[in-house]
């Protein structure tokens, strides 16, 4: 056993994990919860983390059209501190509607953005514009009866892939039966060797998100969690393979 030992309200609080030696998935070991990216470290720091809310608070929008715009804005290329600042815009600007012109959405993107104390421009104005006039054009005839349901139906979207379907379900719904797998958490998971070394999201995508799902279980973590506090790391502390030696 490895005992994991915080100070909270002045008083010592303890996890007790198992040895590192210890299979947490069939030929993956648990690693010691002193080192970085192991399964023993997610561990730990998802108990640490769990009750801080932002690990446990996810969504963005008020509505399930707001969530999809904040999560559409925020997709591939773009750091989620700008993809919230152009939410935020367009949802202000009243550009969130049925009726909204693909046109009005591209100029208010084109706009330079007020990021912390930067101006910065959004990327991809046009391309994301056009991809999320069609959208708000057709979320309103979005039916579900779970998070399983709704991602599929977020799929048929224009320019919905299951990583930002998975992200809308996880936001909106606080889903725990979805992953939202982005270069951080398979670079997280590959380190963990929870993933193997060589990944195409594109083709495996769901067969990985099953795999981070019986790593959460095992660990028990809740998997919206455990992936918030995987990507929150990762941007942060930088590339695993910057730590080995």
Not at 5 to 22: H, K, W
Request: aromatic share 8%; net charge negative.
């Amino acid at each position: 056993m490895q005992t994991v030992r915080v100070i909270v309200n002045e008083e010592i609080v303890a996890l007790e994990l198992p040895a590192p030696a210890d299979d947490v998935l069939p030929s993956v070991a648990w690693g010691r919860y002193d080192v970085l990216f192991t399964p023993a470290f997610w561990a730990a720091r998802v108990w640490l983390l769990q009750q801080d809310a932002r690990f446990s608070r996810f969504r963005l929008g008020a509505s399930l059209r707001e969530e999809v715009a904040a999560c559409v804005l925020g997709g591939f290329g773009i750091p989620a501190e700008v993809g919230v600042a152009a939410f935020c815009r367009l949802r202000d600007w009243g550009l969130l509607s049925s009726g909204a012109h693909e046109n009005e959405i591209q100029q208010a993107l084109l706009e330079p953005l007020e990021v912390g104390d930067r101006l910065i421009r959004y990327r991809f104005a046009k391309q994301r514009a056009e991809r999320l006039a069609a959208i708000l054009m057709q979320i309103d005839d979005v039916e579900f009866d779970d998070d399983r349901t709704l991602r599929a139906e977020l799929l048929r979207l224009p320019g919905v892939g299951p990583k930002t379907a998975s992200w809308i379900v996880r936001n909106h719904l606080g889903s725990d039966g979805v992953a939202i797998l982005d270069i951080h958490i398979v670079r997280a998971c590959v380190a963990a060797n929870v993933f193997p070394r060589e990944v195409n999201l594109s083709r495996d995508y769901f067969r990985l998100e099953e795999q981070f799902l019986r790593f959460a279980a095992a660990i028990e973590a809740r998997p919206s969690v455990l992936d918030s506090v995987m990507w929150h790391h990762m941007r942060h502390i930088g590339h695993p393979e910057s730590f080995s030696h």
